[in-house]
């Protein structure tokens, strides 16, 4: 058995960007997802904090799939938490710091520190909680493609890299708040 001593685990990202999608019917946007499940340790509480924001003030953002994840979705400007819309207002400033510091502590991680366990790649969590509507086996034909694509959505380099890129752009639509 492995201990997490990093606050998260089993943290998948999938983006596509505007330059990736240039056929004429699909639209010309953003979107980024990144998946994650959290954990307590010795150096914080991010599952216990993460239960407690949405348990308290955020009922309706509960992951139905798992209740120790967290899916955060960009699409161009629109934010979503667990496949519900939200809106950047004063109200939500302690939730929209949660989704930042958990991007920065992603896109700062060592990529010896990302652990993915096996069980995850195997389980509903990863199946039916990553995409919003969507079971990710039912796009897939056989298990081996299906363990090709869980394992490139779990790459610790496209995680760090999506994670930043997704700080970034949150970063921009939190200045553009602030700035209104």
Known sequence: ???????????GYF????SA???DELPKSNCDIINIQLTDDY?????TQYKE???????WLKNETNPDFLNFILWDKDILVNFQPVKVNDSNLDLMTLLANSLRKIACKQQKDFELNKDYLDSDDLSEGFLPMQNIK?????DKTFEQLAMTLHNPSSV????K????EFTQIMMDYFNS
């Open 160 to 163: 760090k890299k999506g994670a």
């Open 15 to 18: 983006g596509t960007s505007r």
């Open 43 to 47: 150096n914080g509480k991010d599952l």
């Open 21 to 23: 999608m240039q056929r």
């Open 165 to 168: 890129s997704m700080l970034d």
């Open 53 to 59: 924001l949405i348990k308290k003030k955020y009922p």
């Open 138 to 142: 039912d796009l897939i034909n056989n």
């Open 1 to 11: 058995m492995q201990v997490n001593f990093k606050g998260f685990k089993n943290i």
